[in-house]
């Protein structure tokens, strides 16, 4: 893993991130500098305005309060006594804007949704999906975004039971196994979990899984220079997950 940023080092060489980084630096600069009609539009409206009044005021909470609150959504959810939900009344709240109170890196599959574990609304959670739930740098940038710009002050790793892209990362590993189009590279970036615990006991899927989890919110904890400031001055706290099939308990790892 890069100390860096916390990526796979298979993905890029330290060099090719400190020029990313300074690239992204400059771009920012240079951004904030420019007319308004030559910034993108989040730009703009997010950063340059004077902020307004949130369009959920009960999503402005501690992250603390924001974990407590995705915690108690998925006990509804695990019992079966989900809220009625007010979608008219949501899609007028949040048509100048948003601030959901927690984002998610969530697996892609179809059987983890996380708005429905956790019983909420939209506006409320900010969701990336990847297969196998890690960071890379277009979800990081999207965590990024949600952290300085929507002030959102929770992220949670969701892995989940039986997960595909670590049973493949896991062949990878064990067997050499290679597979077609760029599902390679999405076993490259979980092999690190994997090849972790391979001599641990137990379950090597469910330990791959949780290790998974644990790794990623230890890079989101130190992604620079936006999600590691964030994290040391107390707006933001990252935490992880499992998913569990049966019965739709999350249960917090980390």
């Known amino acids: 893993m890069c100390e860096t ?9 330290l060099a ?7 690239a992204f630096g400059l771009g920012a600069a ?12 989040f730009v703009t409206s997010a950063w340059a305005k004077e902020p307004g009044p949130p369009p959920k005021p009960q999503n402005v909470v501690s992250p603390a309060e924001a974990l ?10 695990v019992d079966g006594v989900a809220k009625r939900h007010d979608f008219v009344a949501e899609r007028e709240a949040l048509v100048g804007g948003q601030n959901p109170f927690a984002g998610i890196l969530s697996c892609a599959d179809s059987r983890v949704a996380p708005e429905y574990a956790f019983d909420t609304s939209r506006g409320d959670l900010f969701v990336v999906r990847v297969a196998g739930n890690f960071v890379n740098t277009d979800n ?15 992220i949670l790793v969701l892995g989940h039971e039986s997960c595909g892209a670590v049973k493949a990362a896991i062949e990878a590993v064990k067997d050499k196994a290679t597979f077609p189009g760029h599902i390679q590279d999405l076993t490259t970036s979980l092999a690190p979990a994997v090849t972790a615990v391979l001599d641990r006991p137990g379950d090597l899927l469910e330990n791959a899984t ?6 990623n919110v230890e890079a989101l904890k130190a992604a620079t220079p936006v999600l590691s400031a964030a994290v040391a001055e107390q707006r933001l706290a990252v935490a992880g997950g499992i998913y569990r099939l049966a019965t739709g308990e999350v249960e917090i790892i980390a």
């Open 140 to 154: 990081l940038a999207s965590f990024e975004y949600a952290v300085a710009v929507l002030k959102t002050p929770l």
């Open 16 to 22: 090719l991130l400190r020029r990313d980084v300074l």
């Open 5 to 13: 940023c916390g990526f796979p080092s298979s993905k890029h060489g």
């Open 30 to 41: 240079a951004l904030s500098a420019a007319p308004a009609f030559l910034a993108p539009a």
């Open 68 to 77: 407590a609150r995705l915690k108690a959504g998925n006990q509804r959810y």
């Open 210 to 215: 949780q290790e998974n989890v644990r790794r």
